[in-house]
């Protein structure tokens, strides 16, 4: 039991969570390309990812694992992150931070998810049962790739966004 649920039912938890911040990391990200804050959604996106890494934390486990070191390594762009939007209100080259954070963990939450994908979806287990096949690593570079665009392209279009009021 975690948290006073069952280990299944706090994983469906677990899983909600993680997708609400990758969808609303989505939807920021595509403000972010149009050259707008998204105030409500960047909260929602902030929240939820924090919490799936919040929650990664609770799973039972004998050893600290890379799950772990990725879940540590979010929070601590998640803390930059928050800092340079609600703080520093993306002043000067708090912009470009805020940026490069939030791209940054909206990518380590795909990035996990992809890795789950691929351990519990039964064709794409079936590609890749180790981790380390072809399948796996294509993908995840992929998925890289995608996510270097997309902050470059987020970054050249946001530094025009008009700064978002903190009233």
Not at 47 to 63: D, M, N, Q, R, W
Request: aromatic fraction near 12%; charged fraction near 10%.
């Amino acid at each position: 039991m975690i948290l006073g649920m069952s280990t299944a039912a706090f994983t469906t938890l677990h899983v909600l969570i993680s997708l609400i911040g990758i969808a609303s990391g989505l939807v920021v990200l595509a403000g972010m390309w149009s050259g707008r804050t998204c105030r409500r959604w960047t909260a929602v996106f902030l929240v939820f990812t924090v919490l799936t890494s919040l929650t990664g934390f609770l799973f039972p486990s004998a050893i600290f694992g890379a799950p772990h070191a990725i879940g540590v390594v979010s929070l601590i762009v998640l803390a930059v992150t928050v800092t340079a939007f609600y703080y520093f209100r993306l002043a000067g080259s708090w912009r470009s931070v805020y940026v490069c954070g939030a791209v940054l963990a909206l990518y380590l939450n795909v990035f996990v998810g992809v890795v789950q994908a691929f351990l519990k979806i039964g064709p794409l287990r079936a590609l890749a049962p180790t981790g380390k096949e072809p399948a796996f690593l294509i993908t995840q570079l992929l998925v890289l790739a995608a996510f270097i665009g997309a902050g470059v392209a987020a970054a050249r279009r946001f530094k025009r966004a008009v700064p978002p009021t903190f009233a």
